[in-house]
């Protein structure tokens, strides 16, 4: 089934809007830019989600470890963040080592491939065009790649793809930089 703007907002009529102050691509002016990748850009999402309760109960519980891996440019390392879900909530955020991943699943793309997408999520004014979803840019496998060594892990992407997906699209409440290419 293919998610159309106005089916996002039959499930939840409130239109989303910049925070006041915020600029044309729903940003807060004046609040500290979070740079991605990092901890703090994560974390700021799950206060965000947290924050929410109400939207989180509308798309129903999330219970998973997820990780979002980020490849560098050449000779970059990649880095890897995990984020645990429980319920309405997400309780813990932390960098890991990428060699020993405790996710359930990792969705890992470029560094290039995320960025596209956060920014394509803040200029809807947090919603990304149809194009630009984790279950567009995952769904064959590339740019975005479901990574899981068990396969009934790996569904509970599936299984809370909204979610997550709310999860992210939070990230056009705050300004986000990125480093230069």
Known sequence: MVETREM???????????????????????AAAIPFPGSAW????????????????QLGYVDCVAGFRVLGAAGEEPRLFEVTFEEFAAIDVRERDTTAP?????????AATWREMIENIAAGGGRPDLTHTLNFLSHRGTPIRLVSDD???????????QSLQEFVNASASFETTFPQP
């Open 8 to 30: 996002m907002e039959e499930i939840d009529p409130t239109p989303i809007t910049s925070v006041a102050g915020g600029d044309a691509a729903g940003t807060t002016a004046g």
């Open 42 to 57: 994560f974390q700021r999402l799950a206060d965000l989600m947290n924050e929410n309760r109400a939207r989180q109960e």
């Open 102 to 110: 405790t996710a359930d699943f990792i969705l890992e793309a470029t």
């Open 151 to 161: 396969p009934l892990k790996a569904d509970l992407y599936f299984r809370y793809n």
